[in-house]
């Protein structure tokens, strides 16, 4: 369980459970199903006490501020609050100042669970990309000047956010794609103009967005499978976001 502050969502697990419950109010699922279906997807979290305490925590936290709070989330919380069981994992590092802003927070909680809570806020289903390349894939993306451009895939980028390609972008743009495999497992990858974060020039991408209305549909299509790649899925890779992908490329091949 990574910490990383004293705030109820300072905290990796509790971000877990906030964004959870969110994803499934988004499906349609009433509060009391959600809460139903998390208990029993979290029992293994339930049984140990630290995590057990950030659950009814953070769980409470989410359902008040969307205007879902379940009077049993809530007494659950108020208890974690009130025994002090929670805060045992702060006691047991030694620092004072720590358990002090801790407590604090705790104490902010419970005013807000015993206020009224406000009316329930629509909440957006969650979109997550799942892409259904696999590794060796070599994919086309039609570009909006009639060239095309190819991309071979090496990995995935998954997260919360779904299943993204990571990819080489090959040596490729024209106007029309090439059809025999030879062609394209000699196509060598290039490299972007930009470096990343540690000074390496970028080689290696994630494709994917944060809304579907981005998805590139019909501008992509698979040409070849099991094209072994250049390099391998390791970090850093970087994000191209499929919005800006058209305009990504344009510089990229820009003469």
């Known amino acids: 369980m990574g910490t990383f502050g004293t705030a109820i969502f300072s905290d990796d697990f509790a971000c877990d459970i906030r964004d959870e419950f969110k994803e499934l109010i988004g ?15 979290n029992s293994d979290s ?3 006490e630290d995590e057990g305490s950030v659950f009814w925590l ?6 008040w501020k969307t205007g879902r709070l379940l009077e049993d989330v809530k007494q659950k919380a108020i208890e974690v609050i009130n025994t002090g069981s929670d805060l045992k994992r702060w006691e047991d590092e030694g620092d004072e100042k720590l358990v002090a802003k801790r407590q604090r927070e705790l104490v902010k909680l419970k005013e807000q ?5 406000p ?4 909440i957006a289903k969650v979109y997550k990309e799942f892409t259904s390349f696999e590794v060796g894939d070599v994919f086309s993306y039609a570009h909006s000047s009639g060239k095309y451009a190819l991309f071979r895939v090496i990995g995935h980028f998954v997260d919360n956010g779904g299943r993204r390609p990571t990819c080489e972008i090959l040596d490729f743009f024209d106007t029309k794609l090439p059809t025999d495999r030879e062609t394209i497992e000699k196509m060598p990858f290039i490299s972007a103009k930009e470096k990343d974060f540690l000074g390496n020039k970028m080689s290696r991408f994630f494709l994917g967005d944060i809304k579907q209305k981005f998805e590139p549909k019909d501008k992509v299509q698979l040409i070849a499978r099991n094209i072994k790649g250049m390099q391998e899925d390791k970090s850093p890779s970087s994000l191209i976001f ?3 992908l058209d305009a990504r490329l344009t510089e990229l091949f820009a003469s």
């Open 46 to 48: 339930l049984s140990d």
């Open 27 to 41: 499906k349609g699922m009433t509060s009391e199903e959600a809460t139903k279906f998390m208990i029993a997807s």
């Open 119 to 122: 009316a329930q806020k629509i």
């Open 58 to 63: 953070s769980l409470a936290a989410i359902q």
């Open 113 to 117: 669970l015993l206020s009224p809570q």
């Open 242 to 244: 499929w919005r800006d």
